[in-house]
């Protein structure tokens, strides 16, 4: 914590299945008080499948949140915390896309929504795909297809594509691998 701001207490106000909410007591230097929220989050790890042809494969599903289907890179929760970003992207590369890569390399780590959030993604580039199969869970509908980068950023530049973790690693990647 900082010098400025302390928390005097923390209480579990809900228990979900990749989150928990929390109510922080928090106490400033100024003598104020107020009561923050706070939401965990174990991590998670996504990909930015490189297609031999340049091409980066996106996945579409659906998110209950937004109540439609977006268009994002491959991505899923840690199967636990502590579980290696590169094992996770890895295993969300092949079950959400159908391909495997023995050619995974880091690209960038972010936080979501760092106000509230402790949520941590790395994202990881995929190169030298292998078809192998989908191994979707019981609730994923996926569909795959393949773009261009410049395709992507135009849907990006249109607001056609707002997932903060795709528009990250698209142009992340971009910058690194092809300029």
């Known amino acids: 914590m900082s010098d400025e701001v302390r928390?005097?207490?923390?209480?579990l106000a809900y228990e979900g299945t990749?989150?928990?909410v929390y109510r922080d007591y928090m106490e400033f230097a100024?003598?104020?008080h107020a009561v923050w929220d706070y939401i965990h989050h174990d991590g998670a790890a996504a990909?930015?499948?490189v297609m031999d042809d340049g091409r980066?494969?996106?996945v579409k599903q659906y998110r209950n949140a937004l109540?439609?289907?977006t268009l994002e890179i491959p991505a899923g929760k840690l199967d636990a915390p502590g579980e290696p970003g590169l094992e996770c992207a890895s295993r969300e590369l092949e079950e959400e896309t159908g391909y495997r890569s023995e050619n995974l390399k880091w690209l960038?780590?972010?936080r979501t929504?760092?106000?509230f959030c402790n949520e941590r993604v790395e994202i990881f580039v995929a190169k030298d795909l292998i078809p192998s199969h989908q191994n979707l869970d019981e609730d994923e509908f996926v569909d795959v297809k393949a773009y261009s980068v410049q395709e992507l950023k135009e849907m990006i530049f249109t607001g056609k594509i707002e997932d903060s973790k795709t528009i990250a690693a698209i142009l992340a990647y971009e910058s690194k691998y092809l300029r």
């Open 7 to 11: 928390r005097v207490k923390r209480e």
């Open 108 to 110: 960038i780590t972010l």
């Open 30 to 32: 100024n003598g104020n």
């Open 56 to 58: 980066l494969l996106m």
């Open 18 to 20: 990749i989150l928990n």
């Open 67 to 69: 109540e439609r289907d």
């Open 47 to 49: 990909v930015v499948p």
């Open 113 to 115: 929504t760092v106000a």
